[in-house]
């Protein structure tokens, strides 16, 4: 069994970053090994008081050299990285992608650099998104990005699909084999819209919206955790992205009948191994 190295923030209470991503591939098969970069108390949105506490980079390097001797990296079939708090966090990410892939060549790496993750900060610093883009995009397999990071990364107004279109293909130029965006907005659009870029063909998924009154957290986390654990399971980019959004739009179904502001993914569980829907996708490219 290949195990999954998922390095992110984590929540406490609550069901974000790592407290998201882990339990869905475990609950698919995989092993997980998960590296908090940060800690959060509680939801960041839901709740006014929360407590935070920050892991140095070097906590990132220690725990990836321990992992390496004692022999664990040649285990581990995929590298999955998410929030970082800072560029020294970003560069440890790298600097793990490559311990994993000396000991595993197939090892693959999906980066999904979240900019924000409910903090109240408008944009991130300028230093993380050109580390982000300067070594973390290239070394990826697949980059799942959010529409916020996709017009920061490729400096593009994505307003229109044709926008998102176009940046994803220039994020591929940057090096990925894929790039998913986990949502964007169209004008005068009702739906949920998640695209896959690939250097063939590019496919997008419109799902209805469901109406929340607040954001809802994690989403993005749990979709790359799904399609993580698909292409260690070796599935095809095309059907992992499939299960990917099918099984998290089964989740935020449930969250929606429970009336909470969590994902609920534990009452849930049964949507990552056989989704309720099958909502179907469509070629634009």
Request: glycine share 6%; charged share 20%.
């Amino acid at each position: 069994m290949k195990s999954i190295i998922s390095i992110q923030s984590h929540y406490v209470s609550g069901h974000v970053g790592n407290s998201t991503a882990v339990f869905p591939m475990q609950k698919m098969g995989m092993e997980v090994w998960p590296i908090h970069s940060a800690q959060f108390s509680t939801n960041t949105l839901c709740e006014q008081d929360y407590s935070k506490q920050r892991a140095d980079s070097d906590n990132i390097t220690a725990l990836m050299n321990g992992l390496d001797k004692a022999g664990k990296l040649s285990e581990c079939g995929a590298v999955l990285s998410g929030h970082q708090c800072s560029a020294l966090q970003y560069r440890a990410v790298v600097e793990a992608v490559q311990m994993v892939r000396k000991r595993n060549p197939s090892a693959l790496y999906v980066c999904e650099p979240e900019f924000n993750i409910g903090e109240r900060a408008d944009k991130p610093p300028v230093e993380n998104i050109k580390v982000i883009k300067q070594t973390l995009v290239p070394i990826s397999d697949a980059a799942i990005l959010g529409q916020i990071e996709l017009g920061e990364l490729t400096g593009l107004n994505v307003d229109s699909l044709y926008d998102v279109v176009t940046a994803s293909k220039m994020v591929l130029d940057m090096g990925p084999k894929m790039v998913l965006i986990k949502h964007f907005e169209i004008p005068n659009s009702d739906t949920y819209n998640v695209l896959l870029s690939t250097r063939r063909s590019c496919f997008i998924a419109r799902l209805p919206k469901i109406k929340f009154d607040d954001r809802v957290l994690g989403v993005g986390n749990l979709f790359s955790s799904l399609f993580t654990a698909c292409l260690v399971r070796d599935m095809l980019p095309l059907e992992s992205f499939r299960h990917a959004f099918n099984a998290a739009y089964g989740v935020l179904e449930v969250t929606k009948e429970q009336d909470a502001c969590e994902l609920q993914i534990i009452d849930a569980q049964y949507e990552f191994v056989e989704p309720t829907h099958e909502f179907d996708v469509c070629k634009v490219s």
